[in-house]
């Protein structure tokens, strides 16, 4: 990037006792992962744009498409504070760039920035919030790690589950979920934007704690 805004590092210097999510920043931007186009809009692997769009919906905002961003772009009010949400226009392999940009754009930190993406290892209907760590074969994520260094910015993992075959993966994440597992994530999403505000204030263990406490749906119902 040329904006010259440098993106802070997580501090790592501090041995002293950490909560599991040891930044206060609140989140400002919200990259929902996924891939542009209408045969890909149902996708399991499109469950981050779902949850951008369901939170942009409820705000009656409009996304645009920002050329510099590579991504199409909004903001909406949360918990008094306005956020940014981006959905990158490039493939998923490649959400690295519009991540990057957007937080070199508005001089955001890693820390501040919330990627919503599907997880195989979770079932339809759960939703799960962390903070760093590995990218579990998650492209996106892959990418969006390469592109800044590090893993260190937050995670809302939305559950797809598992074809519980790996030779399967592939048509499983670009397939359609069946009408119950589309229930079930959706129902996972609206959770999570329960809690957003919460992580909106910097408040992510309270979010945590209340995304994980609430219902799971179950395994959900799985295609042949």
Known sequence: MDSGFCLRQPR????SFHPVFPFMSGIRLIAGLGNPG??????RH?????????????????????????????????GGEQVRVIK???FMNESGHAIVAALNYWKLAPEELLVVHDDLDLPPGTARLKFDGGHGGQNGLRHIMAQL??????????????????????????????????????D???RALDVLPLMVAGEFNE?????????????????S
């Open 12 to 15: 790592n210097d501090d041995t």
């Open 38 to 43: 209408p045969e890909y809009l149902r996708n």
């Open 46 to 78: 499109n469950a981050g744009f779902w949850f951008s769009d369901v939170l942009a919906a409820g705000a009656r905002a409009r996304f645009g498409f920002e050329n510099r961003l590579h991504a199409e772009a909004c903001r909406v009010p949360v």
């Open 88 to 90: 990158p226009d490039t």
């Open 149 to 186: 260094g590090h893993g260190g910015f937050h995670r809302l993992r939305i559950g797809i589950g598992h074809p519980g075959d790996r030779n399967r993966v592939t048509p499983w994440v670009l397939g359609n979920p069946s009408a119950a597992d589309e229930d079930a994530m959706l």
């Open 188 to 190: 996972a999403i609206a």
């Open 207 to 223: 979010a945590m704690k209340r995304l994980n406490t609430s219902r799971d749906s179950g395994l959900g119902t799985r295609d």
